[in-house]
């Protein structure tokens, strides 16, 4: 954002009191103004640098889904907790920034509370996810394993198009992410259906942590469709909430 310079103060009689008045505004306003700038243009900043987190977060899911990577894991918990701080910051600095604002970028500063929220909570997710598996003796069957994997690269897929989207205000990014979340859906009902299909059977008992995985990614991928609308929200000055096939059809 460009900020205005300050004026110059118009010259004067030395001493006199509109001058030292004109002189004390040039000293408040401009302070004012820049904190005010700064809250405006950080927060929105905040959330990109949060979707590039929540991505790298889902990306260190997969590597541990890969092999069990001890890094990915850490990578993942330090995800979750800078998205927390994350969040924390933007509770705390929105309801300054929000007042002294146009309709316009008030718009813009409630869509990076709604994103934050829904950021914090992939974190969250991911963390939990690579939790249910990272205490697991036996080695994950390989078809869970590859299906996992497949829902933890189309989900960073759809992060990274989420963080573009919010960068370029371009709707077509949402889109895609609107299109991919259904694969999303199917890879974890295939996964759910194959363990409990049987009834009596011992697999979904035995396996149940694996299952709570996959129910894990699959509402980062529920996150990631929330983010898809409220950026078309963002873009477009309209919700989608209540009209979302629009996009999954375009």
Same mark, same amino acid.
């Given at each position: 954002?460009?900020?205005?310079?300050?004026?110059?103060?118009?010259?004067?009689?030395?001493?006199?009191?509109? &001058?030292?008045?004109? /002189?004390?505004?040039? !000293? &408040?306003?401009?302070?004012?103004?820049?904190?005010?700038?700064?809250?405006?243009?950080?927060?929105?900043?905040?959330?990109?640098?949060?979707?590039?987190?929540? !991505?790298?977060?889902?990306?260190?899911? !997969?590597?541990?889904?890969?092999?069990?990577?001890?890094?990915?894991?850490?990578?993942?918990?330090?995800?979750?907790?800078?998205?927390?701080?994350?969040?924390?910051?933007?509770?705390?600095?929105?309801?300054?920034?929000? &007042?002294?604002?146009?309709?316009?970028?008030?718009?813009?500063?409630?869509?990076?509370?709604?994103?934050?929220?829904?950021?914090?909570?992939?974190?969250?997710?991911?963390?939990? /996810? #690579?939790?249910?598996?990272?205490?697991?003796?036996?080695?994950?069957? %390989? %078809?869970?394993?590859?299906?996992?994997?497949?829902? /933890?690269?189309?989900?960073?897929?759809?992060?990274?198009?989420?963080?573009?989207?919010?960068?370029?205000?371009? #709707?077509?990014?949402?889109?895609?992410?609107?299109?991919?979340?259904?694969? #999303?859906?199917?890879?974890?009902?295939?996964?759910?259906?194959?363990?409990?299909? $049987?009834?009596?059977?011992?697999?979904?008992?035995?396996?149940?942590?694996?299952?709570?995985?996959?129910?894990?990614? $699959?509402?980062?991928?529920?996150?990631?469709?929330?983010?898809? $609308? $409220?950026?078309?929200?963002?873009?477009?000055?309209?919700?989608?909430?209540?009209?979302?096939?629009?996009?999954? &059809?375009?």
């Amino acid at each position: 954002m460009t900020r205005k310079q300050p004026s110059a103060a118009p010259r004067g009689k030395r001493g006199s009191t509109s &001058t030292r008045s004109r /002189a004390a505004e040039a !000293r &408040t306003r401009p302070t004012d103004t820049r904190h005010q700038d700064f809250l405006e243009d950080e927060l929105p900043s905040l959330v990109v640098r949060g979707c590039l987190i929540a !991505r790298d977060a889902v990306f260190n899911v !997969r590597d541990f889904l890969a092999d069990g990577s001890r890094l990915a894991f850490l990578a993942i918990k330090d995800c979750e907790k800078e998205l927390d701080q994350i969040e924390r910051k933007i509770d705390e600095q929105l309801p300054e920034a929000i &007042t002294r604002v146009g309709e316009a970028k008030a718009r813009e500063l409630l869509a990076c509370l709604k994103f934050i929220t829904d950021l914090e909570r992939i974190g969250d997710l991911a963390y939990n /996810a #690579v939790m249910q598996l990272q205490s697991r003796r036996e080695k994950l069957p %390989a %078809a869970d394993s590859r299906q996992l994997m497949e829902m /933890a690269s189309l989900l960073c897929t759809m992060l990274e198009q989420v963080h573009q989207g919010f960068i370029k205000r371009d #709707v077509s990014y949402a889109q895609t992410v609107l299109q991919s979340d259904p694969e #999303v859906d199917r890879l974890c009902h295939s996964l759910f259906h194959r363990h409990l299909a $049987e009834p009596n059977s011992p697999s979904g008992q035995k396996n149940f942590d694996i299952l709570l995985a996959a129910q894990a990614l $699959e509402r980062v991928g529920d996150h990631a469709k929330n983010l898809a $609308e $409220e950026l078309y929200s963002l873009a477009e000055g309209r919700s989608l909430r209540h009209n979302a096939r629009k996009l999954y &059809t375009a």
